[in-house]
């Protein structure tokens, strides 16, 4: 469901709240309130974080000044994958010290989105001697985090399937210095894997989870050869 307020001044949480009774009226589970006077702090926070499981949005045709992309091609050496950015979401494919790209609410910074801890970012591994599969990937993947964490806990979850049916797996890992969420998904392209890691507040868990599992549900791979780029 899509609402535009052509009005003299900012949204307001009242109106978040007029239109989130909407989108539940007529069953629907995503909504985009546009605005052109942009919106309230109380307004962006109702709609992102409120207790609803409706999936809402809220566009300032201002903020599209900003160029951000909600699909992107993100590269390591010979292989990429093709990145959708979730509803609400955009991708970041500047490369950084420990991933190669961002997935991040649009209209956030890649700095403010990381404070606010929740964003999902992107890896991939490419199968050598040393790594050879996708369990191997996982098996590391679980070391590093039962290491580094203080009193983690490691668990494998159901996700989705591919059309593909490329292998996919969610794991999630609690630890007790934070109250943040980490959710992993590794998806097995035959030699290489992606690998696409959430981090969120529990409260908003169940929303962020379908965000990563649209993202591992869409992505599409590339690999790279001397003369043309092949889709998988």
């Known amino acids: 469901m899509i609402d535009g307020k052509y009005y003299s001044k900012k949204i307001d949480v009242t109106q978040v709240d007029s239109f989130i009774s909407m989108v539940e009226d007529i069953e ?51 292989h990429g994958a093709i990145i959708p950015a979730p509803f609400g ?14 997935i991040y609410q649009r209209g956030m910074s890649f700095d403010k989105a990381t404070k606010e801890s929740e964003f999902i970012y992107i890896n991939i591994i490419s199968y050598d001697e040393k790594t050879k599969s996708i369990d191997e990937v996982l098996d590391f993947n679980k070391k590093i985090s039962l290491s580094n964490y203080s009193k983690p806990t490691f668990e494998v979850l159901p996700t989705i ?32 894997c992606v690998i696409c890691v959430l981090f969120t507040h529990k409260e908003v868990s169940s929303k962020n989870i379908r965000k990563l599992e649209y993202v591992i549900e869409r992505l599409m791979p590339i690999e790279i050869s001397s003369s043309k780029s092949n889709l998988i």
């Open 161 to 192: 399937e591919r059309v593909d049916h490329k292998k996919t797996i969610l794991s999630k890992i609690l630890r007790v210095d934070t109250k943040l969420e980490e959710y992993s998904a590794f998806i097995d392209f035959e030699v290489f």
């Open 28 to 78: 629907a589970v995503q909504g985009i309130l546009i605005t052109s006077r942009g919106y309230s702090k109380a307004a962006i926070n109702r709609a992102y974080y409120g207790p609803s499981d409706i999936e809402l949005d809220i566009l300032n045709f201002d903020e599209l000044k900003n160029f951000q992309c909600i699909q992107a091609i993100a590269l390591n050496n010979m």
């Open 89 to 102: 979401w955009i991708v970041d494919v500047e490369k950084r010290d420990l991933f190669i790209a961002t």
